[in-house]
C-alpha cells in the first residue's frame, strides 16, 4: 500500500502558509491604499448670468465656445456652468414674460431663436450645465415647464455661484 510519507505531508504546509500569508498582505495593502478619487475635472468655471442685454449674452456664449474649443482640443476634462439669476431668465424661455421686470423687449425677440440654438447647442455638444434661480422663476410666477428642458432648477442663484466657488473651486466669470 502506497502512503504518503510525512515529509511529503509537510512539504505542502509551507506552501499554503505562504499563500494565506500573501493572501493576507493582499487584503491589508488594499484596506489602507488612499482611496481613487472621483472624476474631477482639470477645469471648472461658472459663468454668472443676471443681465437682460441680448449682445451681452451672445458674447458670453462666443466666450464660452471658445473656452469649450480650446478645451477640447487639450483633451481636458471639464465642468462648465452658466448660472442664470435675475434678467438671465429672459434668456432660458421663450416665454415673453409680460408684466414682469424681465418682460422681452424687442432687441430679445428678435435675437431668441438664434440665442436659444447656441445656448442649447453649448449644453448638447460641449455639456455645459444651465442652472436657473428658483427665487427668480417663482417670483415671477414662471411654470417650471416653460423653461427650456436642459434647465437645472437651484434654490439660489447667487448661494449656487458661492459654493461653486467656495466648496467646488471654479472659476468665476461674468461677462461686462
Known amino acids: 500500500m502506497n502512503t504518503p510519507s510525512f515529509s511529503r505531508r509537510t512539504s505542502t504546509l509551507p506552501g499554503i502558509g505562504i499563500g494565506l500569508l500573501m493572501t493576507a498582505l493582499l487584503v491589508a495593502s488594499l484596506a489602507l491604499a488612499p482611496r481613487a478619487q472621483a472624476f474631477e475635472p482639470e477645469a471648472k468655471v461658472v459663468y454668472h448670468a443676471d443681465y437682460a442685454d441680448p449682445r451681452r449674452f451672445s458674447a458670453m456664449l462666443t466666450s464660452i465656445n471658445n473656452m469649450m474649443t480650446h478645451y477640447e482640443n487639450q483633451f481636458m476634462d471639464v465642468d462648465v456652468r452658466i448660472v442664470f439669476v435675475a ?28 440665442l436659444r440654438g447656441r445656448l442649447l447647442s453649448l449644453n448638447s455638444t460641449h455639456g455645459v450645465k444651465l442652472e436657473l434661480c428658483e427665487i427668480t422663476r417663482t417670483q415671477i410666477g414662471l411654470a417650471q415647464d416653460e423653461v427650456y428642458d436642459a434647465v437645472d432648477f437651484v434654490p439660489s442663484g447667487v448661494v449656487r455661484v458661492a459654493e461653486l466657488q467656495n466648496e467646488h473651486g471654479f472659476a468665476y466669470i461674468k461677462i461686462e
Do not use: M, Q, V, Y
Not at 434678467?87 to 421686470?101: S, V
Not at 424681465?102 to 431668441?112: C, G
Open 87 to 114: 434678467h438671465g431668465i429672459r434668456f432660458l424661455t421663450d416665454d415673453d414674460l409680460a408684466e414682469t421686470p424681465f418682460e422681452a423687449d424687442a432687441e430679445l425677440k428678435e435675437e431668441r431663436d438664434t
